[in-house]
């Protein structure tokens, strides 16, 4: 045992001596910090909350009936928002459609306003033909914004010419919501929940997101890590040194948790920059705005969430490891992990790809097969309700493959770190793993 901690203080300082472990995690530091902070970067650019002023000129023919003005009704409904980002400013009319046109271009290069509306003859919607002109290109959100405020302005004039009243206006206008919650249809058959309510479905997604990404991220990190690091040893003739002080067994399990300690401080420390950028003072009003509650999180979709990512990074990990001592020069070695890494990825994607349908049979099907249920039965945990027993099968299968692959990865590894040029057949390895009783 002592042998086993001693390769694990080994593995995990000779990690944290080199330079590429560091300028790694720094640079994955710094992106994770930008990407947190890119909005309020975008919006220092960009103005911030700055209000964009619009100038309209409109002349007589294009009046309503009763001498009401669409640009003055668009003014006032805008004026009236709360926090409104639009503001209408009116021209006086120079008699000509080209003089207007020139006071308004005038107005833009003045940076007094940043487009204008030009209104025409009056048409059978109750509006005037309208355009907006201004120099930016594909200005539809702008576009959409003035017609949002006109229906909203032609379906209060429909109203008041109707007779209602203001409280009937109101109660046409109220908002209607309907709560959404997620239920089990065999509870009897001991389901993990009763029902989630919005706001939990809402963590529970942003939970499975994150272990997913944390689950895939680790094993390709990890993975190719304890991989290359074997093969470097072998090609080092290293390994000759190490096998004769301790036995191949335990310098594998030893690798691969020293190679875990490694993934959690990297984690730890990644979580902690998320934290630090998440509290900054302008990153503050929004995350209340998401009015985020950890307190949502399912307990037991959490503790699911920790099974599953231990065992998925120990059975890929001892792969990784078992592929690794199989290759004598690091230059074959991508070629080698090539299959753990292309499985990997199909368990990833296909829960990623399966957001939208956790209940294909595709995701069914897959949350039972070891390589794919740590990412595929998560998915089904945290989006759907699953019966128990369905559960509970998944994990039991998934140990008994970690079971398989620790058993064929024992003998593999303890075979394959002594074998030297060129990769040997399978026939060779299968010969040489009778010889060795785990």
């Known amino acids: 045992m002592n042998n086993f901690w001693t390769v694990v203080g080994f593995t995990v300082k000779n ?12 640079i994955i530091a710094i992106i994770l910090s930008i990407g947190i902070n890119l909005p309020y970067i975008f919006s220092q650019f960009g103005g911030g909350d700055k209000v964009t002023s619009i100038g309209y000129i409109q002349s007589q023919q294009a009046e309503h009936a009763d001498g009401t003005k669409t ?38 290069e003045d940076k007094d306003i940043k487009g204008y509306l030009a209104f025409g003859e009056m048409t059978e919607s109750g509006f005037p033909e309208m355009t907006y002109k201004s120099e930016k290109l594909m200005e539809f959100e702008m ?33 209607i919501a309907i709560d959404a919650v997620q239920i089990s249809a065999t509870e009897g ?3 993990m929940g009763e029902g989630k309510t919005a706001e939990q479905q809402g963590m529970n997604m942003g939970l499975v997101y994150a272990m ?41 399990f030893g690798k691969i948790f020293g190679m875990f300690v490694i993934v959690l401080l990297q ?15 302008h990153n503050g009003k929004v995350m209340g705005n998401l009015n985020i509650n950890l307190s949502d999180i399912d307990p037991m979709l ?55 349908s956790p209940d294909s049979m595709l995701v069914k099907v897959t949350s039972f097969i070891p390589l794919f249920s740590p990412f595929v039965m998560l998915l089904r945990l945290g989006l759907t309700d699953p019966p128990l027993w369905e559960v509970l099968t998944s994990i039991g299968i998934l140990l008994v493959g ?16 002594l074998m030297y040029g060129k990769r040997p057949s399978w026939k060779e390895i299968r010969k040489a793993m009778k010889a060795y009783k785990i």
Do not use: C, H
């Open 212 to 252: 997913l990404f944390l689950l895939f991220m680790s094993i390709m990190i990890s993975g190719q890590m304890i991989a290359s690091e074997v093969t470097a040893e072998k090609s080092s003739r290293v390994m000759e040194i190490l096998i004769t002080s301790v036995s191949p067994l335990k310098q594998m």
């Open 402 to 417: 970690i079971y398989a692959a620790v058993w064929i990865s024992a003998k593999i590894y303890r075979t394959g770190v």
């Open 267 to 281: 984690i730890s420390i990644y979580v902690i920059v998320i934290l630090a950028n998440v509290s900054l003072p």
């Open 143 to 175: 576009t959409s914004s003035l017609q949002g405020a006109l229906q909203i302005i032609r379906q209060d004039t429909v109203l008041q010419d109707a007779g209602l009243t203001e409280e009937q206006r109101a109660l046409l206008n109220a908002p």
């Open 71 to 108: 640009g003055d009704q668009l003014k006032a409904y805008f004026e009236a928002q709360e926090g409104s980002k639009l503001q209408l400013v009116p021209y006086g009319d120079k008699g000509s459609a080209a003089e207007n046109e020139k006071q308004l271009k005038q107005a833009i």
């Open 189 to 191: 058959a001991g389901s």
């Open 302 to 356: 959490l503790l699911y969430a920790i099974l599953f990512f231990l065992t998925g990074f120990f059975l890929f990990a001892t792969l990784f490891a078992a592929v690794g001592s199989l290759v004598s020069r690091t230059e074959d070695l991508g070629q080698a992990v090539m299959p753990i890494t292309i499985v990997s990825l199909a368990g990833f994607y296909i829960s990623i790809f399966s957001i939208g």
């Open 15 to 26: 990690k944290l001596r080199g330079k590429a472990f560091a300028i790694t995690t720094l």
